[in-house]
C-alpha cells in the first residue's frame, strides 16, 4: 500500500529545492518514533475506537459531523479567505489580502440556491463553512444556512469553524435560531482562551474544540482537558499539523520533523496527539477525543470526494476502485480479433453493456467479469484509472463531462481525467491483478504465487519479473485506500 | 540484539520467501522488499549453499545436517561446519531462515 519510492520523491516535487532545508527522519530517527508510537499505541489498545479502516482513533463518540466526513457526504464550503488571527500553523497564504468568494472543490458558489442544489444533488449529509475566519462572512453564512435548513430541514448536519475573535452571544444566538448544530473553535489560534467556547456552550447545542496538535502546547492543552469537560464541550478534535508552502518555514524554525506522505505531515504533532489522547484516558477525563491524522484526510476525504461524482461518470464497462478512481480494462488487437472474442461473449450471454469498443475498433473495452473468456497468453491487459471530478465548465481534459442542472439557473459538469495508464503484458502478472484487485485475494499469498509461477528462463529475466511485481505494487495506490497510521520515514 | 546460532537449533525456510532455480542457481526471493532494508533484496546461492539450503526444512538440527554432509562429501568437518554456519547466519539475518526449535 506504501510506496516509499514515490511518496519520497513526491515530497522532493512538492517540496523543491526546501526539501534539503527541512528536517526528514533518518533510519535510526524513523524506527525509534515507529517504537515510541507502537508503545503509545499499545498503551491505549482497547480504550479508543479505531474508525474507517484504522485511518482514525477516538475516545468516545466521534461528532456527528465527523461521520459525515468519514462517510465522504461532508461538504465544506469555504466562504472567504481573510482570518482574523495570524496563526504559524496556517496552511493558507496569509499574505494574500485579497477575500476570495464562498468555494467548495474549485466551484463558486456564491447563492445559497445553487449551493443547496448542489448539497441535493450529490446527497451531503453534512456542511461546514470554513475560511478564512468564517465569521467575518457573518451575514453569508446566516443566509446559506436558513437556505440548507428550510430546503432540506434536519437531513442535513451544519457547523461553523472558527477562532472565536467574532463569536459573540449575539451571533451565536442568531447562528442557532438558523439551525446550526456545532460550534468548532480553534482556541489554539488564541493562545487557548475558552471565553467563547463558555459563551457557546451556553447557547449552540454541541460545541466542539478543534485545534493542530502542536507539541510546544502540550502542558497547556492537558490542562485545558479538564476545563472542556467542565464547560460541556462535546468533542476534542486534534489534528496533525500539515506543513504547506506556507508554514513548512515556520514548522523548520521550530526544529519539527517532515514526513514522507502523500501531504506532508509533522513527526512530532503525531505524537502530540497520541499522548493526549493517552493522557485523556490515564486521568479518566470523559471528554471524547478524536485524532484526525493527515493521512485519514488525504485518504477518506478524497475517497469521499470521488465515490460522490463516480456514478455519474462510470460507464458500465468500467469498475470502481475502493479509493473511488473509475478502473478500465481493455484490449488492443485487430477489429477483426476483437470481433471475435465479442463473438465469445455474445455466446456465454454476456450483456451487451460490458463492453464497448473505441472509435476505430482497434481497442476493446471490457467488464472484469469478461476477463475470464480472454486468453491471456495472446493478448496483454490495459488499464486506465480515471478520477471523477467537478468543475465549474466543460473541460476538455476530461474523457466525459456530463452536465449537471442544480437548479434552473445553474450547471456544473462531471466528468473523469485519466490519471494512470499501464499495459500488463504477461499472463502471470495479469492474472495476479486479477486475483488482487478483482477478487481482492490476500496480497502475500498472490505475490508468493507470483514468484512461483512468473516465467524466467534466465536471469536477465528477473529484471523484468521485479518490475512486473514493482508495477503490481504501484496499482495499490489506485486500487485501496490504505488502513491505519502511515509508515513513519 | 543479534541471536546465537547454535547446532543444535533446527532451521527452515520461511514462508515469505520464494526459491527459483535459473541457470544452475537457486535465487532467494522475500516476498515483502522494503526499500529501504538492503537486507531484503534477492539472495542468489551458488550450488555449494544450495546442497545445504535444501537440507534446512525444519527437521534436522545444524548439527545432523553437518554431520549427514560431512559424511556425504567425505569433507574436514570443520570446513563443512564452517560453511553451514556462515550460510545459515546470513539467511537469518535476510530473515530467508526461522528457527523453529532446539533439540
Not at chain 1, 480494462?329 to 460490458?354: A, E, H, W, Y
Not at chain 1, 536477465?460 to 505494487?473: N, Y
Request: glycine share 6%; charged share 30%.
Amino acid at each position: 500500500m506504501i510506496n516509499k519510492k514515490f511518496d519520497i520523491q513526491s515530497a522532493r516535487d512538492l517540496t523543491g529545492w526546501a526539501y534539503t532545508e527541512m528536517k526528514w527522519p533518518s533510519e535510526s530517527e524513523a524506527k525509534e518514533a515507529t517504537r515510541k508510537r507502537n508503545t503509545l499505541l499499545q498503551s491505549i489498545s482497547g480504550k479508543v475506537t479505531s474508525h474507517y479502516n484504522g485511518n482514525k482513533i477516538s475516545t468516545g463518540l466521534l461528532s456527528p459531523g465527523c461521520m459525515t466526513c468519514g462517510q465522504g457526504t461532508w461538504s465544506c464550503l469555504f466562504v472567504g479567505s481573510l482570518c482574523t488571527a495570524h496563526c504559524f500553523y496556517c496552511p493558507q497564504d496569509r499574505k494574500d489580502k485579497k477575500d476570495r468568494p464562498p468555494m467548495e472543490s474549485g466551484i463558486l458558489f456564491d447563492n445559497p440556491d445553487d449551493y443547496v442544489g448542489y448539497l441535493e444533488k450529490f446527497k451531503f449529509r453534512g456542511v461546514g463553512f470554513s475560511g478564512g475566519e468564517p465569521l467575518l462572512k457573518f451575514k453569508e453564512i446566516l443566509a446559506y444556512i436558513k437556505k440548507i435548513k428550510e430546503r432540506l430541514g434536519k437531513g442535513i448536519y451544519v457547523w461553523v469553524y472558527t477562532n472565536g475573535d467574532l463569536a459573540d452571544e449575539k451571533k451565536l444566538s442568531a447562528l442557532k435560531e438558523a439551525g446550526l448544530n456545532e460550534m468548532r473553535f480553534d482556541i489554539a489560534a488564541r493562545k487557548y482562551d475558552l471565553k467563547g467556547v463558555a459563551r457557546a456552550t451556553a447557547i449552540i447545542d454541541k460545541v466542539t474544540v478543534e485545534i493542530p496538535a502542536i507539541p510546544e502546547d502540550y502542558d497547556i492543552v492537558k490542562r485545558c482537558l479538564p476545563r472542556l469537560e467542565a464547560l460541556g464541550v462535546a468533542h476534542l478534535n486534534l489534528h496533525q499539523l500539515h506543513a504547506s508552502q506556507y508554514c513548512y518555514k515556520q514548522f523548520a524554525a521550530r526544529g519539527y520533523t517532515f514526513l514522507h506522505q502523500p501531504e506532508i505531515a509533522i513527526l512530532e504533532s503525531e505524537m502530540t496527539a497520541l499522548s493526549l489522547v493517552k493522557y485523556a484516558l490515564d486521568h479518566n477525563i470523559g471528554l471524547p477525543i478524536n485524532y484526525c491524522s493527515l493521512i485519514y484526510k488525504h485518504r477518506l476525504q478524497k475517497k469521499g470526494y470521488r465515490k460522490r461524482y463516480q456514478a455519474f461518470t462510470q460507464e458500465g464497462y468500467e469498475g470502481a476502485t475502493e479509493s473511488g478512481f473509475i478502473r478500465r480494462l481493455s484490449i488492443q488487437d485487430t477489429p477483426v480479433n476483437l470481433k471475435k472474442m465479442v463473438k465469445v461473449f455474445r455466446g456465454k450471454d454476456c450483456r451487451d453493456s460490458l463492453w464497448s469498443f473505441n472509435k476505430n475498433g482497434s481497442e476493446l473495452l471490457v467488464h472484469h467479469s469478461l476477463l475470464k473468456y480472454i486468453d491471456f497468453n495472446k493478448q496483454g491487459l490495459f488499464l486506465t484509472y480515471f478520477m471523477p471530478q467537478l468543475s465549474p465548465e466543460r473541460d476538455e481534459d476530461f474523457e466525459l463531462s456530463k452536465e449537471i442542472a442544480l437548479n434552473g439557473n445553474r450547471n456544473i459538469f462531471v466528468g473523469k481525467k485519466l490519471v494512470y495508464q499501464l499495459k500488463l503484458k504477461d499472463p502471470v502478472t495479469i492474472n495476479s491483478f486479477q486475483k488482487l484487485f478483482i477478487e481482492k485475494k490476500d496480497f502475500p499469498d498472490v505475490i508468493k504465487k507470483f514468484y512461483q509461477n512468473y516465467t524466467l528462463k534466465t536471469k536477465a529475466e528477473i529484471t523484468d519479473m521485479m518490475g512486473e511485481k514493482e508495477r503490481l505494487d504501484y496499482l495499490q495506490t489506485w486500487e485501496f485506500i490504505g488502513s491505519g497510521l502511515y509508515e513513519i520515514y | 540484539m543479534k541471536k546465537q546460532i547454535t547446532k543444535d537449533a533446527v532451521y527452515a525456510v520461511s514462508d515469505g520467501v520464494v526459491a527459483r532455480k535459473i541457470e544452475n542457481e537457486i535465487i532467494l526471493i522475500p516476498i515483502d522488499i522494503d526499500i529501504r532494508d538492503k537486507e531484503s533484496e534477492l539472495f542468489a546461492l551458488n550450488p555449494a549453499a544450495q546442497v545445504i539450503w535444501k537440507r534446512l526444512k525444519g527437521k534436522k538440527s545444524l548439527k545432523d545436517i553437518i554431520a549427514d554432509l560431512t559424511a556425504e562429501y567425505n569433507s574436514p568437518a570443520g570446513v563443512i561446519e564452517k560453511d553451514v554456519i556462515a550460510l545459515v547466519k546470513e539467511l537469518l539475518k535476510r530473515k530467508l531462515l526461522l528457527e523453529v526449535s532446539k533439540n
